[in-house]
């Protein structure tokens, strides 16, 4: 046994020499090739300064020789131990090693997408995807998802969920310990296929349980409605910003001009935020010219969103937030404040000021990285912070699952009114 040990040994230190001498000798062709390049364009290059930057970028990498030896030290034990061998892939394997690297930052926004990831992200940002029809966001104080919205006519409603619910397992998983991503990937799936959820509701002394059929389903991101017509108060929500949110503002917000609109109550609660571009756009209605928000990454470096006022709506408008009310929700619901082209009503919104973008990899896997924070028109950094409303009314709960009541909207609707000309 002990002369197998040392054999093991012996063949590790030649492989771990090997390993190291391929190294050395790429690093040595790459240093070559780099020198050569730099001779041939005219600025030269000190070697020893050239090698001491690779050698501190080596030295602050995860991934060297000690950290993939491990890695082989703790798939062979899951080989040789773990209970259930078969119901582990490779692809498995590899996708944990990938989301635990992104798990490091600490940050619940950067996280890696499988293939299969990507194709589901694709699909809800085009309109259209494969699930049970709700919008959900991270609950500000439990940290579990909460749903914060039920399209009409899809399995969510038809199954009886509601608005504010709390998902504390999808399929007798606890969700507690995973990121958004994951636990929308969980409730979405084929088409035909159930998903089962255990539900906290407000006011229910014990969980619910649904059995929810998924199914194709078309995600309306704006809705709209007259109030009341004879005063021309118009009301229209955005559920998130996505690629298609712009076309379908622009069709609802005619459609209610065409009713006579002369206020606005544009609802953003619940809305988790989206696409930059889109709310870019929107915010072109709300605002007059110059600057909608900024961003700043970690080098300092400023990225400026502006509109030119020219699509400007010049009618009473209050705005809607909740504390489900995130990111590029925030940058619109803080311009307008920054503006005085609104009021803000309802409660204090996430707080989630900073901005991820998706980068894609060559397999058709994505990261998503967080890479600067954004400030609104007037430089507030609401991150961890959110929006204050201008006049702060939590959401009379108890009687809007009574009776459908909104206290929220009722107040928003008599701003409005109070200054319709």
Known sequence: MEDQHQENNRIGGRKRAFAAGIACGIAGLFLI???????ASGSRVNPVTYWRERRAAAENSAINEASLSKLEQLEKSIDQYYYEPEEITKEQKEDGIYKGLLASLDDPYSVYYTADEVKELNESLSGQYYGIGAYLSADPVTKYPRITGVIKGTPAEEAGLADRDIIYK????DVGGLSL??????VRGEEGTSVHLTIVREDEPDYLEFDVKRAKVDSPTVDGRMLDKDKGIAYLSIAEFDDVTTQQFEEKLKEL???????LVLDLRGNPGGNVD??????GY???????FYMEDRDGKRT????DGTKQLDIPLAVLVNGSSASASEILSGGIQDAGTGTIIGEQTFG?????TVFSLTDGTAVKLTIADYYTRNGHNINKKGVTPDIDLPLDTESYRKDGSDNQLEKAQEVVEKVVK
């Open 33 to 39: 090739e780099s020198l050569a390049l730099s001779w």
């Open 352 to 356: 989630k000021g900073v901005v991820q």
């Open 278 to 283: 889109t709310v870019t756009a929107i915010a």
């Open 257 to 263: 001009q065409k009713d006579g609109m002369k206020g």
């Open 181 to 186: 991503d994951e636990v929308v990937s969980r």
């Open 286 to 292: 709300f605002l007059p010219k110059g600057l909608v």
């Open 170 to 173: 999808v399929d007798d998983e």
């Open 304 to 307: 400026e969103y502006e509109t």
